[in-house]
Nanobody, 119 residues
Framework: VQLVESGGGLVQPGGSLRLSCAAS????????MGWYRQAPGKQRELVAA???????TYADSVKGRFTISRDNAKNTVSLQMNSLKPEDTAVYYC??????????????WGQGTQVTVSS
């Protein structure tokens, strides 16, 4: 199973970006998909997550600005980021938890995509 991310880049404060992640391979189901981020010198933190049933979780710092969505049929997850702030600058990682494959349940990570918010 591979997770491939896209959509990162450079944006000015107050701008918007949309991150997308697609899981490929022989996948029977994915319990939860989400986005984490890691800024230089900081620990990786949860940004947002969504279950297969559509329940969402957001970090307090992004509530009201970011929206996570998911297409279960396509095994994709997206993160719409609005009103971006310089403190949102980080490498963003896609995560898929409890992925059921032919070999059992596994967690997977994408390679990361850089988001830079700067004027």
């Amino acid at each position: 199973v591979q997770l491939v991310e896209s959509g990162g880049g450079l944006v000015q404060p107050g701008g918007s970006l949309r991150l997308s992640c697609a899981a490929s391979g022989i996948i029977f189901s994915i319990n939860a998909m989400g986005w984490y981020r890691q800024a230089p010198g900081k620990q990786r933190e949860l940004v947002a997550a969504i279950t297969s049933g559509g329940m969402t979780t957001y970090a307090d710092s992004v509530k009201g600005r970011f929206t996570i969505s998911r297409d279960n049929a396509k095994n994709t997850v997206s993160l719409q980021m609005n009103s971006l702030k310089p403190e949102d600058t980080a490498v963003y990682y896609c995560n898929a938890r409890l992925v059921r494959t032919v070999t059992g349940l596994h967690d997977y990570w994408g390679q990361g995509t850089q988001v830079t918010v700067s004027s």
